[in-house]
Every structure is written in C-alpha cells, then in structure tokens.
C-alpha cells in the first residue's frame, strides 16, 4: 500500500489503477481513512489517498532462495556456495569453461545473475554492463505487545511515496527502512550508524508509533542498478550462449519467476512468452530511447 501526500502522486497512481485494471490486476484507490483501517501505524493527517493492490505479497527472501536451491537439486543441480567466479575461457567465438575458486567447469552456455557484480562476469568475455552496487539498509524491530494489538495480522506492506520510508511485518515484529539518498555507489556494506536516526525523523511524521519499538537486528544489501532503472535481459551476440538478467535496481526478487522461466526459454532456444527486446543491454549504445522507472525504493 502506498501513502500518498501530494496531489501529483495522486493522479499518477489513479493513472496505474487503470492500467492495473486493463490487465485484471486487483488495484484500488483508497481514501486516509481507509488507508488507516488497513494499517493503523500509519498517521493519515496528510495523506491524500493510498493505492492498494490486495493481492500483493511479501516474502522471506532467503527461504525463497533456499526453496529455490532445493528445487534445483532434486532436478539434478549441484549448487556450490562461497565459490568466486574469476573467468571465463572462450575459444572460436564460444564459451567453454568458467574458471572458480574451486576449479574449471567445463561448459558450453553461461547465465550471468550476478546482480551488483554482473559486470565483474560481463567484462570475463568482454560484455559491457553499466550495472552499479547502490547500498540498501533496514531494520528489524522487537516484537510488538499489546500496545500494537489494532494491528491487524494481514496489515498490508506500507510505503510513504513521498519519503519511501515503508515497513511490514517480520516475525513476531516489524521490518522498516528508506532508501537513502545520501547513499554513494559502491560496494561498502558497512552500517550506517545514523541510520536509525535517519529512520526515525521520517516515522515521527509518518508513522510515529514505531518510535515506540526497540530495534534488534538489521543488515545492509547491494541493488544491481541499472541507469534507467529496468532489468538488463537477453542473449549477448558476440560470444554465443551468454546469457544475462541483471540491472533490477531492486525490483529482481519480484521479477525473478518471470525471469526464470524467460532465462529458461532463452537456453532452449524457445520464443519467451514476452518481448524482452527493449530490455537488451544494446539500448544503452543504439540511441534508442528509454523508458526510465521511477517506482525504486
């Protein structure tokens, strides 16, 4: 669900809403008071309206991983972790190796995921991917007691538009954070210590009732961002089966199913079941023009 505080961020979300509805997506505009029934943390004295899509998720994004991983192994996968990729060996304009910290692994088609080090992999075979490491951060609360007990158990994943402060549920607690845009570029994951301060000045606006709540955990991760935001997909064409999906700029653990079964296709040699040719890494060296998304927290 998201908060919304000034009357152009209204329009463009009533502009989506519409959009959502010529797809059948559930979507829907909701009033403060409405917006505030859903999730009662949420101070509505300026909110204009909210855009809510009630079939929206959230997951636990190292169980789906791990989901993930087990899949693959039963289907007859080896999965090796901790292992660093230092090279790929071409040879007649085909791949036929990839070089690890553990040893060579003969192969004859390579998929490069590797988000926020894609151009790392990329430059092995002399692909260019203008992909940067932007530092994301949050924070985990404690447990919530009956001081919070009007929240409901499916309160909705809430964003202030205007701030990208959001939080939901995690456990027994909260999850929250807000992109940073003092943030730098680069691979530093170090914690910031005025984090929580930063933090806590948008919540004492938006959503002052998490000020009431201790903070137990948190971690800092990379987004692969990619200039104008959208995913970088396809088959390079200079050295064959390289194939590539990286640049989501924080919107690849949403996007990942789809990409899967594109990635899949691609290998096979089959026809995706959508046109991916606007997101090839050649848009940003033919001129063609871009569609910049806007939506990034």
């Keep these: 669900m998201f908060a919304l505080t000034k009357p152009e961020d209204v329009a463009l979300f009533e502009r989506s809403t519409q959009i959502h509805h010529q797809f059948n997506v559930r979507s829907e505009m909701l009033t403060a008071a409405q917006a505030y029934a859903k999730n009662p943390i949420l101070n509505v004295d300026d909110v204009l309206a909210a855009s809510f899509t009630p079939d929206d998720g959230y997951c636990t994004p190292e169980s789906v991983v ?4 087990a899949g693959a192994r ?34 004859k088609a390579v998929v490069n995921c590797a988000g926020a080090w894609s151009p790392t992999v990329g430059a092995f075979v002399g692909m260019d991917l203008p992909v940067r490491p932007m530092k994301r951060e949050l924070l985990i609360t404690e447990p919530l007691g009956s001081d919070f007990a009007d929240v409901p158990a499916d309160m909705p994943f809430t964003i202030d538009y205007s701030t990208t402060l959001y939080w939901h549920r995690e456990g027994n607690g909260l999850l929250m954070g807000f992109s940073d845009k003092s943030t730098e570029y680069g691979f530093d994951l170090s914690r910031d210590p005025h984090f929580p301060e930063k933090l806590g000045e948008l919540a004492e606006v938006r959503a002052p009732r998490l000020l009431e709540l201790g903070f137990t955990g948190g971690w800092a991760g990379l987004y692969d961002v990619a200039p104008d935001h959208n995913a970088i997909l396809g088959e390079w064409k200079d050295v064959s089966r390289v194939l590539y999906a990286t640049g989501f700029s924080g919107h690849g653990f949403l996007q990942g199913p789809a990409i899967g079964e594109i990635l899949r296709d691609l290998y096979l040699g089959n026809q995706p079941f959508v046109d991916i040719s606007p997101l090839s890494a050649d848009r940003f060296s033919t001129g063609g023009q871009l569609r910049p998304e806007s939506n990034i927290v």
């Design 74 to 107: 039963r289907h007859g996968a080896t999965v090796l972790t901790n292992v660093e990729a230092t090279g790929i060996d071409v040879s007649g304009g085909e791949v036929t190796a990839v070089i690890t910290s553990a040893g060579t692994v003969r192969t």
């Design 66 to 69: 791990m989901g993930y991983a």
